[in-house]
């Protein structure tokens, strides 16, 4: 039988294991956990006039026009939004709120014309007056800030944002983005010699060698088959991550 100094040290020893994983952050890095960004009232602004905050943890227009956005920029790059979650308030019995996803863009080299609005997917919107509720959107949509959207081979400025229209009583409350890395698609002609479009790591070679984490072995090769030292797996995992940079901690 234990004593009770070992018993009290059994019973940290838990509860310390228990809050470190409590405490545990979710990866930053891989394609394998998704992503959640929370939007708040306070990030959604009238389009076209000066709107008000109510006080309540929501936010609604003073506009006729009753539209407001938010951006969501801060999604990495490539990544696929999946959903969208807007929490909202609705108790109008006449008018609904209704929400959706959208892209807008700017030449890229010339900057020149008004920008281009394009929903993305169907809106949602509430029904009658359920009061607090929410509305989702599944876009599964991939978030790429430079590409080519208006046929002209020179890649555009793309900014991607949240609207909801809040006519009568019905309000934002905040919106919840579920997103997911992925890898970036191969191109149509390989890299390296040795590793051609139908090899098994096609795709996965290419990202690394396109992000500049490798440049192959040389000869215009990658000899995929080859094994990796400790040296060359620390530049693979320094490039791949950006490694290290440490806070300025006095």
């Known amino acids: 039988m ?14 310390t294991s228990v809050s470190a994983a409590q405490d545990r952050e979710p990866d930053t890095f891989g394609t394998q956990d998704p992503g959640i960004t929370m939007i708040g009232y306070q990030e959604f602004f009238p389009d076209y006039s000066v709107g008000g905050y109510t006080g309540l943890g929501e936010r609604t227009s003073t506009s006729s026009f009753y539209r407001l956005q938010a951006g969501i920029n801060m999604i990495p790059n490539g990544a696929i939004l999946k959903q969208v979650v807007f929490y909202v308030r609705d ?6 709120l209704e929400a959706g996803f959208g892209r807008t863009y700017v030449d890229s080299g010339t900057g020149s014309g008004n920008p281009i609005i394009t929903y993305l997917g169907a809106l949602a919107q509430t029904n009658g007056s359920p009061g607090a509720t929410y509305v989702l959107l599944t876009p599964d949509v991939p978030i790429v ?9 020179a890649p555009d400025v793309a900014n991607y944002f949240l609207r909801v229209h809040t006519p009568g009583d019905t309000a934002i409350r905040m919106a919840r983005l ?3 890395r ?3 698609p191969a191109p149509p002609v390989a890299t ?3 590793v051609p479009a ?8 290419e990202a690394l060698a396109d992000s500049g984490i490798t440049a192959g072995c040389g000869s215009g090769n990658f000899c995929p088959d080859a094994p990796v030292t400790r040296g060359q797996m620390a530049v693979f995992l320094a490039k791949a991550l ?3 940079w440490p806070w300025d901690v006095p």
């Open 145 to 153: 800030y430079r590409t080519d959207l208006n046929g002209d081979d």
């Open 2 to 15: 234990l004593s009770r100094p070992a018993l009290l040290a059994c019973w940290m020893a838990a509860l």
């Open 242 to 244: 950006g490694l290290h």
């Open 192 to 194: 390296f010699g040795d």
């Open 91 to 96: 108790n109008d019995a006449e008018e609904d």
């Open 198 to 205: 139908n090899h098994p790591f096609f795709q996965f070679v």
């Open 178 to 180: 579920l997103w997911e």
């Open 182 to 184: 992925q890898v970036s």
